[in-house]
């Protein structure tokens, strides 16, 4: 899952990248709001995590761009504290969930995992599809509970098809899905990180729809 943080003060902005890396996310940051709406409208994120003072354009303004272009991300405006107007202009302007300064960060991490889970019409923190269970919470994967130990990358790739489960996700659709905009992408790898995954869960739950991508299923039988 990949995420983009808008906000323009270092220090929350190192606390917030570094908490949402922890917690297996790919990340991206603007830091004025010219750049996040010009990354909002062109890159597709699974969230956004987005304070309304800004510099250059102010975070409603953006938010008002995104919805008018039709950009459906989920986005979780940073408030501040007693400034109920803001809450309400936010929401009004198509925010999905506010969150006041100074916040906890287990607060914001679950709201954005109920952000997400909503998008792709889940309900629960915790994911369960063909013996692999997904806690969402933890970043922990684990097979007919036995912990399984995953890269970042993987995690990425597993959470990305377990949220959209039973739809085939392409292999561009991946890449754009679990690198930050900055990192060196290579196509290849996804074919790396799928073996891998279907290694390590023992079961053929990802199953390759050739020439279209990648699809979780929710039963499978054990791998070839």
């Known amino acids: 899952m990949r995420l983009l943080i808008v906000e323009d003060e270092p220090t929350l902005v190192e606390q917030l990248a570094e908490?949402?890396?922890?917690?297996?996310?790919?990340?991206d940051v603007a830091t004025d709001g010219e750049d996040a709406a010009y990354r909002g409208a062109t890159?597709?994120?699974?969230?956004?995590?987005?304070?309304?003072?800004?510099?250059?354009?102010d975070g409603l303004s953006v938010l008002r761009g995104w919805r008018a272009e039709a950009v459906a991300v989920p986005v979780l405006v940073l408030t501040a504290r007693g400034e109920w107007h803001e809450k309400v202009d936010g929401i009004d302007a198509g925010a999905d969930d506010y969150l006041a300064k100074p916040f906890r960060m287990e607060e914001l991490l679950a709201r954005?995992?109920?952000?997400?889970?909503?998008?792709?019409?889940?309900?629960?923190?915790?994911?369960?599809?063909?013996?692999?269970?997904?806690?969402?919470r933890s970043a922990r994967v684990s097979v007919a509970g036995r912990p399984i130990r995953l890269t970042g990358h993987e995690?990425?790739?597993?959470?990305?098809?377990?949220?959209?489960?039973?739809?085939?996700?392409?292999?561009?659709?991946?890449?754009?899905?679990?690198?930050?905009?900055?990192?060196d992408r290579d196509s290849?790898?996804?074919?790396?990180?799928?073996?891998r995954l279907r290694s390590k869960l023992g079961v053929a739950a990802i199953v390759t729809e050739r020439g279209f991508g990648y699809r979780f299923v929710d039963t499978a039988g054990p791998v070839d």
């Open 188 to 195: 290849n790898t996804i074919e790396v990180f799928v073996r």
């Open 112 to 136: 954005l995992r109920a952000l997400i889970r909503r998008a792709s019409g889940g309900a629960s923190a915790v994911i369960e599809r063909g013996g692999v269970t997904l806690d969402t």
């Open 155 to 183: 995690y990425r790739v597993l959470s990305y098809l377990m949220h959209h489960a039973g739809q085939v996700v392409s292999r561009s659709e991946l890449i754009e899905h679990i690198y930050a905009q900055d990192y």
């Open 19 to 27: 908490a949402l890396a922890e917690a297996g996310y790919a990340v």
């Open 43 to 57: 890159e597709p994120y699974d969230a956004v995590v987005l304070d309304l003072g800004l510099p250059r354009l």
